[in-house]
């Protein structure tokens, strides 16, 4: 999403059909966050903001996991000082604990050394929380690990989801949605940046998938 405020009627739709929706680029501050709240009135918002947003009337960034609060879930901010990942661990007594992370992860405006530094605060957070929670991540990771010639940000993320057995839903066999999820201004270039990493073993208990752009 480019500003929570540009997309008002898709996020409300969106919703509509969400229990937990991780959301990247919502462009807003902590002045405005309100906004956000008041849309999505029947959820617990859990946010990080981009540190350039601060003095921005525009606003960039930010990163929020909305859970639905008739779920009925405990929800604990896991309160990641970061201004490009979030996390919450739900629970809720019959159920195992799930973990969600969201993130942006930096776009090749940034050096690959400041993606890797982020990145390693994700799966350090995914270290910590899979010990005992079912742990998901999705949200905005800049790299398509599709391409064949992997660059050190693809191949980082590939290796770790490799190691912790996790299967990304966009690339899954039979799931519905895009193909893509960025497109360069050209139009000449599109590639799927955005993922949600699951448990392999998670997976069994699902029969139909679908991502949304």
């Known amino acids: 999403m480019r500003g929570a405020m540009y997309g008002t009627s898709y996020f409300e ?19 405005n966050i309100t906004f956000l709240y008041e849309l999505a009135n029947d959820f617990r918002v859990f946010s990080c903001f981009s540190s350039c947003s601060v003095n921005s009337n525009r606003g960039s960034g930010g990163v929020a996991i909305l859970v639905r609060k008739k779920l009925g879930f405990k929800t604990h901010n896991l309160f990641v000082d970061n201004d490009r990942i ?77 190691k912790n057995n996790l299967s990304p839903v966009p690339l899954m066999s039979g799931r519905k949605g895009p193909d893509f999820t960025f497109r360069s201004k050209d139009m000449t270039r599109k590639t799927m940046i955005d993922y949600i990493f699951i448990p392999e073993f998670f997976c069994n208990g699902f029969t139909n998938f679908r991502s949304q752009k």
């Open 13 to 31: 739709n969106l919703l509509n059909d969400s229990d937990i929706c991780i959301v990247t680029e919502h462009w807003l501050n902590r002045t």
């Open 86 to 162: 979030c996390a919450v661990k739900l629970s809720k007594h019959g159920y195992e604990s799930l973990c969600i992370i969201g993130t942006l992860l930096p776009s090749t405006n940034h050096s690959a050394e400041e993606y890797l530094q982020y990145f390693q605060t994700v799966c350090s957070i995914y270290d910590r929380m899979s010990v005992d929670c079912v742990t998901v991540i999705g949200g905005d990771f800049n790299t398509d690990i599709t391409v064949t010639s992997l660059i050190s940000k693809s191949k980082n993320v590939i290796d770790f989801i490799t």
